[in-house]
């Protein structure tokens, strides 16, 4: 018997299976996570029917990112389990928000648009990698840790695109810009000019107003956030990565579109920006 054969073609075999079972596990953490719902602060699992299409694959999703509340969270007290597990502050507006911006978004443009949303941890190994456009909500709020920052920045320099909204006033402002310091430490939050083409790629949105949640119609403002402001933060190459709605919700403008109380100029502004940041995201 040729001992010295028999382990090196041992060895061999034991090679392969090693890099197939790698290869393997790489490709299962390049797969999207499936689809699931979860509860949260406005509604619960299914207040809002699934449409009967929730499971075609299309070229676009309502990605909406889960993070953990921070210190200053205006839910402490009300919903205080598991982040992870929904009934925390990233589904403010979730899901209605997501569904009817996804079917706006199917009418006004020719993107293959999922009808629903896909909820997307960062700590969720390589799954946010699969999702070009990122959105949050209540990020004046939010508590992200160090690992999550280095991990948003990480798929922002990959070509990722992230939209910020619904933080309003001086202290949410701050929490969010020490936040983003984490995220990029080198580089500056600028406000946006009329003329970048994030403001015309679809629609041109040179005269932007503040759209205020629904609770606060009658104020107009949230906090002290008197003014509108249209930020960002932008590459190398001149291509903004993050995108921020300060003092403006534009996530109620989607939620309450088919509500007759809630003005139509502010659903108005708020689809056609959105509808603007996504096909940016996708030709930048």
């Known amino acids: 018997m040729n001992v010295p054969k028999q382990l090196w073609q041992f060895g061999c075999a034991a090679v392969f299976l090693g890099t197939l079972y790698a290869s393997v596990q790489h490709a299962a953490n390049q797969r999207p996570h499936p689809f699931r719902e979860y509860p949260g602060v406005e509604y619960r699992i299914g ?19 889960m993070f953990p509340p ?26 209605r928000a997501d569904r009817h911006f996804s079917e706006a978004v199917r009418r006004l443009t020719r993107i293959d648009v999922r009808s629903v ?14 999702w070009p456009w990122l959105y949050a909500v209540q990020v004046g709020e939010w508590g992200i840790t160090d690992a999550q920052a280095k991990k948003l920045r990480d798929y922002l320099l990959r070509g990722g695109f992230f939209m910020a909204d619904d933080f309003h006033g001086t202290l949410e402002w701050a929490v969010f810009q020490a936040s983003m310091k984490r995220v990029f430490p ?5 406000d946006i000019p009329d003329s970048d083409p994030i403001f015309h790629t679809v629609y041109d949105l040179d005269h932007r107003y503040q759209v205020p949640g629904a609770e606060h119609l009658r104020l107009g403002y949230k906090n002290d956030g008197y003014e509108a402001r249209w930020r960002a933060i932008y590459d190398d190459k001149g291509r903004i990565m993050v995108a921020m709605s300060l003092n403006s919700d534009i996530g109620d403008s989607w939620e309450w579109a088919d509500d007759p109380r809630y003005p139509e100029k502010f659903s108005a502004l708020g689809i056609r920006l959105g509808v603007n940041y996504i096909v940016y995201a996708m030709t930048h």
């Open 186 to 190: 080198d580089r500056p939050i600028v």
């Open 47 to 65: 207040d809002i029917p699934l449409p009967p299409d929730a499971g075609a694959k299309s070229e676009w999703a309502f990605a909406r990112l």
């Open 70 to 95: 921070g210190p200053n969270d205006g839910y402490r007290g009300r919903f205080d389990g598991d982040w992870r597990e929904g009934l925390s502050l990233w589904t403010q507006d979730y899901p």
């Open 117 to 130: 949303e896909q909820p997307v941890n960062l700590d969720d190994g390589d799954d946010v990698y699969n």
